[in-house]
């Protein structure tokens, strides 16, 4: 088993920043592909960012691409999700996930409670 814990959401003004974090306990974290999903109010979960295991590349949803940065520490157990130029748009709860195959192919194994995003305008 693999337990998550999202911290970092909370409230911004349009155009801000925020860093999420997730930090990881359990199996050996390294082992597991991590990433980022969010769910926005009324609207169906979605893809954010994921990163490979080992330095693997990481890759975006095309809405967050080039705002929104992925990176991990496997020494902290941490996963972390940079988030820039924030819009309205970004407003979600989101969450923390690690999985045993790539998120292109497969869903995760392990999920998170999820961190409360709010951007203002």
């Known amino acids: 088993q693999v337990q998550l814990v999202e911290s970092g959401g909370g409230f911004v003004q349009v155009g801000g920043s925020l860093r999420l974090s997730c930090v990881a306990s359990?199996?050996?974290?390294?082992?597991?592909?991590m990433g980022w999903f969010r769910r926005a109010p009324g609207k169906e979960r979605e893809f954010v960012s994921a990163?490979?295991?080992?330095?693997?590349?990481?890759y975006y949803a095309e809405v967050v691409e080039g705002r929104f940065t992925i990176s991990r520490d496997d020494a902290k157990s941490t996963v972390y999700l940079q988030m820039y130029s924030l819009k309205p748009e970004d407003t979600a709860v989101y969450y923390c996930?690690?999985?045993?195959?790539?998120?292109?192919?497969?869903?995760?194994?392990?999920w998170g409670q999820g961190t409360q995003v709010n951007v203002s305008s």
């Open positions: 359990g199996r050996t974290v390294s082992k597991y592909y």
């Open positions: 990163i490979a295991t080992r330095g693997g590349a990481p």
């Open positions: 996930a690690a999985g045993e195959r790539s998120f292109r192919v497969a869903l995760p194994n392990y």
